[in-house]
């Protein structure tokens, strides 16, 4: 089964400074983390709030959703932390 992203929620992990989304692959759920310094290397510029990390998030949220899923069907696993290597 692939990768399903039916909850747009997300949440900032200050501890990790990560963004974190779930995915569904059938009944698992599949947690999903992405470093906010991928995100200010996307943009191209220094953002210093969950507010701001939150909405450039949002804005790209396809985009870590298609990196998810690739990252996903490579190797199935029950927590997926996107490197900047995956994000394109």
């Known amino acids: 089964m692939a990768l399903r992203f039916p909850n747009q929620s997300r949440s900032y ?11 569904h692959d059938g009944v698992f ?5 992405v470093e906010v310094s991928i995100l200010q290397a996307i943009a191209k510029e ?11 998030f949002d804005s790209k ?3 870590m959703e ?16 996107l490197t900047a290597a995956e994000v394109n």
Do not use: P
């Open 66 to 81: 298609r990196s998810a899923s690739k990252s996903y069907s490579r190797r199935r696993r029950a927590t997926i932390v």
């Open 29 to 33: 759920e599949v947690s999903v983390f």
């Open 13 to 23: 992990d200050a501890g990790k400074r990560s963004i974190r989304f779930i995915g």
């Open 61 to 63: 949220r396809s985009l």
């Open 46 to 56: 220094e953002m210093s709030s969950e507010d701001q990390y939150l909405e450039h």
